[in-house]
């Protein structure tokens, strides 16, 4: 069984920065990819950006330039720095790992931007 653990979400201004992280327990193969995704309420969760196990990136339109996700393979997390964040990035956000042929996901954690 594999759990994913999100850490770092909060309330900040806009502007503001905050770093999440995504930990996890158990038996974890080899990933083909982690990322993080969000969801508003009223909205579709959706993706935020990814990271391959070669380290390619990917990342949705409405966060370059602003959020930057890394990945620790030896420990198997990866974190996400959100710089200069705007009221609409407010959403519960969650991380997943991918390995064929399972998907797993966080519980979530909150980040709220707002002055």
């Known amino acids: 069984q594999v759990h994913l653990v999100e850490s770092g979400g909060g309330l900040v201004q806009p502007g503001g920065s905050l770093r999440l992280s995504c930990a996890a327990s158990?038996?974890?193969?080899?990933?083909?990819?982690m990322g993080w995704y969000r969801q508003a309420p009223g909205k579709q969760r959706e993706l935020v950006a990814d990271?391959?196990?070669?380290?390619?990136?990917n990342y949705a339109d409405f966060v370059k330039g602003r959020f930057t996700i890394s990945r620790d393979s030896t420990s198997e997390t990866i974190d996400l720095q959100m710089n200069n964040l705007k009221p609409e990035d407010t959403a519960v956000y969650y991380c997943?790992?991918?390995?064929?042929?399972?998907?797993?996901w966080g519980q979530g954690t909150q980040v709220t931007v707002s002055s």
């Open positions: 990271i391959s196990r070669s380290g390619r990136t």
């Open positions: 997943m790992f991918h390995w064929v042929p399972y998907t797993y």
């Open positions: 158990g038996t974890v193969s080899r990933i083909d990819v």
